[in-house]
């Protein structure tokens, strides 16, 4: 059995458990709760260093980020549940491209407005809406070009499912929830917003999404 | 047909492609982008990149962008020459190196990158730094390499003994922030440090610096 340390809530934490579902691995989740700080606690850091969540004790293998996390466990169990990453060396360098795509023109920009809109009022803090129109504004290009890219095929990376489509998930899921302006930069483009509505209704997610 | 790199020679990220070429004795063959005069933002180089960005490749009509996937291509794809192991085959080694890619892209290039931002990027389009950012960005820096120091002075490079594409993925912006804006953030930090002297002093890093 897998053994999660993360919080139930965490974005990252339930990547991971997303992943666990696609591809029916069962996992323990150990709450490292971070609205007490626990993450920044000496026995926390010993194994994370950087004081976040989640990390992973696969039978005593230890692994942190959730992103080498989902791509380690995708590769241990590749005939089980959902494929997530290709094997073909063409079809995995275009799912590289894809997950490098997630990280560099999505989760940059709306992993912020997130923490602008949705995780500083849980703190008590004004978000910085100034910062946040600035980042909604880059965003509309790079929404164009994925609008390019769906309207040709199914997924990121292809016509099958990928990480680098799944990894969307957290992030995009809280931004979309912020209505208004923020879901009409899916619900504008009709092959994103196909797309969208495709990976956040699988199974796996709904399973995960309130809470690892 | 030799490797074609579509970009600019000092691109950043287009002297990370030159370096990983280099480091894998991949002849290749740099085709030169206006970017200064918006060529990478016209309908017929984005045919190719979807978000106006170089660089992207041609390998015998085979087309890919996003940097760091083609890093991983050509790693894998010319693994038995040059440099060896930089994408680790052994299923530990590998998610250890998957680890160490992700911290650099969550811990290293979100803080190297806002800073090129703000003093070199802002510059060029006749706008001010935003120093309020500016010194948060550093301070993040500041404390992720402290976290960087731990993590060196246990092993000689992020994702273990050897040199990984995770280290490589450093140089262009490190280049910037510690040597071409002059940020002294290692003296304090000796791991870091002569981790850092370590992996400039390639001779592939050396070749791309003077000519990609």
Aim: glycine share 6%.
């Amino acid at each position: 059995m897998v053994k999660l340390y993360g919080f139930s809530g965490s974005t990252c934490t339930r990547l991971v458990a997303l992943i666990c579902k696609e591809k029916n691995i069962p996992y323990e989740l150990t709450s490292v709760n971070l609205s007490k700080g626990e993450q920044k606690a000496a026995s926390h850091t010993a194994i994370q260093p950087f004081g976040q969540v989640p990390y992973i004790d696969d039978d005593g293998f230890i692994l942190y980020e959730s992103r080498a996390i989902a791509r380690y466990l995708s590769k241990k169990y590749p005939n089980q549940g959902t494929s997530l990453i290709p094997s073909d060396p063409k079809a995995e360098a275009l799912f590289e491209q894809a997950a490098s795509i997630e990280t560099f023109n999505f989760s940059v920009i709306v992993g912020p407005i997130v923490g602008e809109k949705v995780f500083k009022p849980r703190r008590g803090l004004q978000p910085d809406e100034e910062r946040v129109s600035e980042l909604l504004a880059s965003l509309q290009s790079k929404m164009d070009a994925y609008e390019v890219i769906l309207s040709k095929q199914k997924y990121l990376a292809g016509d099958s499912v990928t990480i680098a489509d799944l990894c969307h998930l957290p992030y995009g899921t809280a931004f979309y929830g912020l209505g208004g302006s923020f879901a009409e930069v899916f619900d504008s483009r009709p092959s994103l917003s196909r797309w969208w509505k495709d990976i956040s209704s699988r199974p796996a997610w709904l399973a995960v999404k309130d809470g690892a | 047909m030799v490797l074609k790199i579509h970009g600019h020679a000092v691109a950043p990220l287009v002297r990370l492609v030159a370096e990983v070429c280099r480091e894998k004795e991949v002849p290749y063959e740099l085709v030169n982008v206006e970017v200064y005069k918006g060529e990478h933002k016209t309908p017929a180089f984005r045919e190719f990149q979807p978000f106006g960005q170089v660089p992207y490749i041609d390998d015998d009509g085979f087309i890919l962008y996003e940097s760091r996937a083609i890093c991983r291509y050509i790693a894998k794809k010319y693994a038995s020459q040059g440099t060896p192991d930089l994408v680790p085959r052994d299923p530990k080694a590998e998610a250890i190196f998957e680890q160490a890619v992700s911290i650099e892209t969550s811990n290293f290039y979100p803080f190297a990158l806002g800073i090129t931002t703000e003093k070199i990027i802002k510059k060029h389009r006749g706008l001010e730094p935003n120093e309020a950012r500016l010194s948060d960005l550093v301070n993040n820096l500041k404390a992720k390499l402290d976290i960087y120091d731990v993590i060196l002075g246990k092993q000689e490079y992020l994702a273990g003994g050897s040199i990984t594409l995770a280290d490589l993925f450093h140089l262009p912006y490190g280049t910037i922030v510690f040597e071409e804006l002059g940020y002294d953030l290692l003296e304090d930090r000796p791991n870091v440090a002569r981790w850092w002297k370590d992996i400039t002093a390639r001779p592939s890093w050396l070749a791309v610096k003077a000519k990609a």
